[in-house]
């Protein structure tokens, strides 16, 4: 069974900053493009990053120069690192990873539960 457990996330002041971290755990013999995204209430949910095997990025016009995505793919582990925090930011932020999961050459969609950031004075 393999699962995705996110962490970092917390209560943070305007212009502040915040790293968030997912590990991916299980029966893997792959990952694919790895991502974040993020839900604030009453709104859906929207891309914030992805990330590829090979290293490539891309982020939602709306966190690009603040946010960065990473991953080691030794570890097995996606990273968000959040700079110059603003209120729009309040969400739950998740991470998602496309996994080989068994000997079949398929990749499955994996979510984590979800980290809350609060970004308020």
């Known amino acids: 069974q393999v699962q995705l457990v996110e962490s970092g996330g917390g209560l943070v002041q305007p212009g502040g900053s915040l790293r968030l971290s997912c590990q991916a755990s299980g029966r893997i013999f792959g990952i694919n493009t790895m991502a974040w995204y993020r839900q604030a209430p009453g709104k859906e949910r929207e891309l914030v990053a992805t990330i590829a095997s090979g290293g490539g990025t891309n982020y939602a016009d709306s966190v690009k120069g603040r946010f960065t995505i990473s991953r080691d793919n030794i570890k097995q582990t996606v990273s968000l690192q959040m700079n110059n925090l603003e209120p729009g930011d309040t969400a739950v932020y998740s991470c998602?990873?496309?996994?080989?999961?068994?000997?079949?050459?398929?990749?499955?969609?994996?979510w984590g539960r979800g980290t809350q950031v609060t970004v308020s004075s």
């Open positions: 998602n990873a496309a996994i080989r999961d068994s000997l079949v050459y398929r990749w499955v969609n994996y």
